[in-house]
């Protein structure tokens, strides 16, 4: 193949002085033989014809022969494959299958890995691995050298209250000049700017296109326009554009930070966040690193208070997408890793069947080797042939991708990192077709290697049966054991995901989820911090709960477990002194009403649970801890009577009164995240203490509410309920409580359920592959079948002939598999819960499925071959 | 138009390639030398068509077997004259041997098949 476009120019320039010398030359010769010059001329250019036309032809003989080629092998190709319609069905069926769950789960890497953040200069960008509050920030965004800093809050809530219903919207604080580190403009108005994010200066909010569009009608004339958020006054400044989803495609407004260094306990204490960065020019990420190190000690001895030496000391910086992606990225490899052994299985399918039709296709390629064709022709001929059913199989494949692309968004969790840019864009589809031509040399060279190789004379004299097959017979059984032991490793994969499912699923999460609805009672931060003001609302609000229809009993706690988040509460504990330079003990604190215990059946074990009366401000402060809290603080001991008490209140006192049974408070697999020491449980009244250390109890409440039925209708009564009470108070994510635990298992639900889809397809693909392999065996053998019958070979033993030769394959397949399934589901040791990688009844149950679906796939062929008539086998041919 | 050419040049290949290379044999050449030689010597029944005489020309000249180069004729006009280069000697060689075969095979089937009709 020659690409001769560098002397297209010069070649067409002396092709024309090539045909006009023609021309001369003959008109000349004419002259010579007495005609006149005019008369030679026309005459001359008569006999040469079109001389455009013959330039142009003579021209492509240069630069398109090769695609001539390759079109005669094309149409070549595609006749074959219309003339075995079954083959050429189950080949490109099996193609489009590993093709395509190749190309769906291509677009998801290249969506959330491979795509580069939708910013100015994406690979400048920057985030920090640790979470840093407002002072440190500002410390560190004066120093650095290497990056401009900017904060950014985790998602938080805001009130949106005075126009239409009062609504709860997602958002999220911002460092002013945070649009122009990132590079990204407004829509409409404009974004933050210099010093925006300073007391007096902050009132101004950014509405998402989204947000712009549902709750302001798209409103033209929005920016200058005021809302209230959260009880706060701010003036409508832009509108963002539709692809900006940063940091979360939920946010649906930005506000300034609101950095105010007389405020300690929030300057210092409670606005920890993640920080992202620009790096300055010439710098690089691994300045960035040294120099937060360096930063670090100057960080430290900046804050209100003495820290633990060893704060934020595992914090670095990593570019933005992975700050991003985080652990995302291996499960996404884990699964391209078990697409791409899904497509090797599809591989070694198609390539058996080539294996078997080469056979049958010896006399041709000898005929056409015998006509004049070179060996690289045929092979070529025949490589064109496959990577067009490749192509074939993945024009289809991604029509199972488009699908497979839209039920996968639906499945994952909701907060997959960028999610939403995940779609089969430009790059999917280059992906595609590379990997259906790869795919196609690949299953296709091996065969063709073998039928290029054709000894001509021997296979034009024999029948056409097998001359060249024995060898082909090898690859095809080493194909089959390889396929087995691929399969192998996928359904030990999925079986190791399913049974952790099955496990996490049957896990006690500590509470019980049925017959309960909860709604989340929003009002604003302010609305509390008149004394009482709250307390009487709940109070009211759960009376006028309880009366609704349906309703047996309602209760109120700051946080649903599995991971709705509680207040953060440093505390210490009485006779557990916290030595200098190291953390304090972090407890959770829920805090509940009396009867969020007897509702949510979490048993009390020790003690007893809260009454009203613990609510009252001339009762003594206490406090209820979990079983695993009291075991960390006091083992052995009776925690009854033990105290603790907040760690910049010194002398108040609360005591313990009662233990309770442990909930999976942080997410289904665990009860509490790593840097939390234990969990406590505080009555909702005067005694409640928040860990930001306000004297107000919390704003936000959960409601718990037992009832009689699975009732999704008490919707409205409740929205109309805390209308009632408080028209700016929002209502949001009612539902029943069972939703909000299977919401907690989404994601692994989401992965065992791909790896199910693949090993269920592996299985199958493996058992055609058995199969085929097995019936052409049988077809080929059926000769000496028949010998044997002859000689008084019984039909149990031809039985257990073909089905002991199948069950040898899938037994050397499965021995490889397990092998490699030891090294490989290591890898995925992090998605289990409750099962080890290495699990031996996994393992076991797995083999013994694969030999039994490898037996099953052989007793079809093996019943064919005891059918065999001697007679007719032995007069055959 | 062009479509009518590709045709003829598909009738001819084989054929053509094999009088070109054989003209060759005989010395360096130019295209118009090349269609009048064989003309000539097939005794003005083989009339070379242009339209496909330099397609062939080229096709040979891509697959090395034969060389061209430019050079001035005997009237002083600058031509482009075709020479055979090695590949192109065995290809004619074994051209030959083919063609041999084959026109003894088409002789044999022709033969017996036209005393019949006479008869």
């Known amino acids: 193949m020659k690409f001769p476009w560098g002397d297209e120019e010069r070649r067409k320039k002396e092709l024309n002085e090539e045909i006009a010398s023609h021309l001369q030359m003959a008109a000349r010769d004419r002259e010579a033989r007495g005609e006149s010059p005019a008369q030679a001329n026309v005459a001359a250019q008569r006999e040469l014809g079109n001389a455009g036309v013959i330039q142009d032809v003579t021209h492509d003989q240069w630069a398109w022969t090769w695609l001539e080629d390759l079109l005669q092998d094309l149409r070549y190709a595609a006749r074959t494959l219309r003339k075995n319609p079954g083959f050429t069905l189950i080949a490109v069926l099996t193609l489009a299958l590993g093709i395509g769950a190749n190309t769906a789960i291509f677009s998801l890497v290249n969506g959330v890995l491979l795509r580069p953040l939708p910013y100015a200069q994406p690979e400048r960008l920057v985030g920090t691995t640790e979470y840093y509050p407002q002072g440190a920030l500002e410390v560190m965004r004066e120093q650095s050298r290497t990056m401009e800093l900017v904060g950014v809050s985790d998602n938080g809530e805001f009130n949106l209250t005075g126009s239409g219903d009062p609504v709860r919207l997602i958002g999220n604080s911002v460092s002013a000049d945070f649009f122009s580190v990132l590079g990204v403009q407004a829509a409409m108005g404009r974004t933050f700017q210099d010093g925006e994010d300073q007391p007096g200066k902050d009132r101004e909010v950014i509405l998402s296109r989204a947000l712009w569009e549902r709750r302001f009608q798209s409103d033209p004339s929005i920016v200058g326009r005021r809302i209230t958020l959260e009880g706060v006054d701010r003036q409508i400044i832009g509108v963002m554009p539709a692809d900006f989803r940063f940091p979360s495609p939920k946010t649906e407004l930005w506000v300034p930070l609101h950095m105010d260094p007389r405020d300690i306990g929030t300057y210092w204490g409670d606005s920890y966040m993640p920080l992202i960065g620009r790096l300055r020019p010439g710098a690089t990420v691994q300045q960035a690193r040294t120099e937060l190190k360096i930063m670090l000690p100057r960080v430290l001895a900046a804050f209100a208070w003495a820290m633990p030496d060893d704060s934020f000391v595992t914090g670095t910086v990593v570019s933005l997408e992975e700050a991003i992606v985080r652990d995302a990225r291996g499960k996404l490899l884990i699964l391209l890793g078990a697409v791409g052994l899904l497509l090797l299985i599809a591989c070694a399918n198609v390539a058996n069947l080539l294996l078997a039709r080469a056979a049958t296709r010896e006399k041709e390629v000898a005929v056409r080797v015998a006509l004049g064709a070179s060996r690289w022709r045929i092979l070529r001929q025949l490589i064109t042939e496959s990577v067009l059913l490749s192509l074939i199989g993945a024009a289809l494949g991604l029509g199972i991708a488009v699908y497979g692309l839209s039920i996968m968004k639906t499945a994952l969790p909701p907060d997959t990192p960028r999610l939403a840019d995940v779609a089969l864009d430009g790059h999917v589809l280059i992906f595609t077709a590379f990997l259906a031509i790869l795919t196609g040399i690949m299953f296709g060279l091996v065969p063709a290697l073998g039928a290029s190789r054709v000894d001509m004379t021997e296979a034009l004299k024999s029948g056409g049966q097998r001359s060249a097959t024995r060898g082909n017979h090898r690859a095809s059984r080493l194909l089959v054991v390889g396929e087995v032991a691929i399969s192998m490793i996928l359904v030990v994969a999925a079986g190791l995901l399913v049974k952790s499912l099955w496990i996490l699923s049957g896990t006690n999460p500590g509470f019980r989820s049925e017959r309960v609805v909860t709604a989340r009672i929003t009002p604003n931060e302010s609305f509390c911090e008149v004394p009482g003001r709250c307390l009487a609302f709940y109070d009211e609000l759960l009376r006028r709960t309880r009366a609704l229809p349906g309703v047996q009993d309602a209760a109120a706690v700051n946080a649903l477990p599995l991971g709705a988040g509680a207040e953060i509460f440093p505390s210490a504990v009485e006779a557990h002194p916290t030595p200098a330079g190291a953390h304090v003990p972090m407890l959770w604190e829920k805090i509940i009403t009396p009867d969020y215990l007897r509702i949510m059946k979490i048993p009390v074990l020790r003690g007893r649970g809260f009454t009203e009366a613990d609510a009252a401000p001339e009762a003594q402060a206490v406090l209820i801890v979990s079983k695993s809290t009291a075991e960390h603080f006091w083992p052995g001991k009776d925690p009854v009577g033990q105290h603790i008490r907040a760690n910049w209140e010194p002398n108040v006192w609360r005591t313990v009164v009662g233990v309770v049974g442990d909930v999976r408070e942080y997410n289904i697999r665990s009860d509490s995240a790593s840097w939390i020491d234990g969990v406590m449980y505080a009555p909702y009244g005067a005694h409640a203490i928040r860990g930001s250390g306000a004297d107000a109890p919390p704003a936000e409440m959960t409601l718990v509410i037992e009832t009689s039925a699975e009732r999704v209708q008490i919707a409205s009564e409740l929205k109309n309920t805390v209308a009632s009470l408080n028209h700016d108070v929002p209502v949001s994510q009612i539902g029943p409580l069972k939703n909000w635990v299977a919401e907690a298992m989404a994601e692994p639900r989401s992965i065992s359920g791909l790896f199910a889809v693949f090993g269920g397809l592996a299985l199958l693909l493996g058992a055609v592959g058995i199969y085929g392999v097995i019936s052409y065996s049988v077809a080929q053998r059926s000769r000496e079948i028949g010998i044997r019958m002859a000689l008084g070979a019984r039909r149990q033993e031809v039985l257990l002939l073909v089905v002991g030769q199948g069950a040898k394959l899938a037994l050397s397949g499965v021995a490889i598999g397990i092998a490699g399934g030891l090294m490989l589901t290591r890898l995925m040791s992090g998605l289990l819960y409750g099962v080890q990688a290495t699990d031996p009844l996994t393992y076991g149950a797995v083999a013994i499925l694969l030999m039994l679906v490898a037996l099953a796939a052989c007793f079809l062929p093996a019943r064919r071959a005891m059918r065999v008539d001697p007679m007719v086998a032995l007069r055959y041919e | ?119």
Not at chain 2, 2 to 30: F, V
Request: no cysteine; net charge positive.
């Open chain 2, 1 to 119: 138009m062009k479509q009518r050419y590709q045709n003829r040049i598909e009738l001819l290949q084989g054929t053509l390639d094999l009088l070109i290379l054989q003209t060759l044999r005989w010395g360096a050449q130019h295209g118009y030398g090349i269609a009048l030689a064989i003309r000539a010597n097939s005794g003005d029944i083989l009339q070379v068509d242009t339209g496909s005489l330099y397609p062939a020309l080229h096709r040979l000249e891509r697959q090395k077997l034969v060389a061209a180069e430019w050079k001035l004729s005997e009237n002083n006009q600058r031509v482009r004259v075709y020479r055979l280069s090695v590949a192109g000697k065995k290809k004619l060689a074994t051209e030959r041997s083919r063609w041999a075969q084959i026109s003894q095979a088409i002789a044999g089937i022709l033969g017996p098949a036209g005393e019949e009709s006479e008869a």
